[in-house]
């Protein structure tokens, strides 16, 4: 199995960004989601959808980071508006199997079982 992260870089702060990931090899996947760790920091949990489209995001992201799927082509997206030197991090993707239409409930401390190789994000001041 297979998790690439694409569309990190370089943007100034109040810009937008849109990550992209893509999952290869998988059966089924009911979870995927976002996490990033910043420079000196742990990881941390942005956002996480399940196959049914139900979503959850960390406070700090709610109202600027749209999390979306295709389904068919295991495709995640991140929509990242509204972004704040704080945002800057390595952004990485993740996926799994945990039963239908189900994000495992400890999902943003433990994450998910497959993980990209991340993509680093600089937000400019």
């Known amino acids: 199995v297979q998790v690439m992260e694409s569309g990190g870089g370089l943007v100034q702060a109040g810009g937008s960004l849109r990550l992209s990931c893509a999952a290869s090899?998988?059966?089924?996947?009911?979870?995927m989601g976002w996490f990033r760790q910043a420079p000196g920091k742990g990881r941390e949990g942005v956002a996480v959808i399940a196959t049914d489209g139900s979503t959850n995001y960390a406070d700090s992201v709610k109202g600027r980071f749209t999390i979306s799927q295709d389904n068919a082509r295991k495709t995640l997206y991140l929509q990242m508006d509204s972004l704040k030197p704080e945002d800057t991090a390595t952004y990485y993707c993740?996926?799994?199997?945990?039963?239908?239409?189900?994000?495992?409930?400890?999902?943003?401390?433990?994450?998910?079982?497959?993980w990209g190789k991340g993509t680093p994000i600089t937000i400019s001041s």
């Open positions: 993740a996926a799994g199997w945990y039963g239908d239409n189900y994000c495992p409930s400890g999902a943003f401390d433990y994450g998910l079982d497959y």
């Open positions: 090899g998988f059966n089924h996947i009911s979870c």
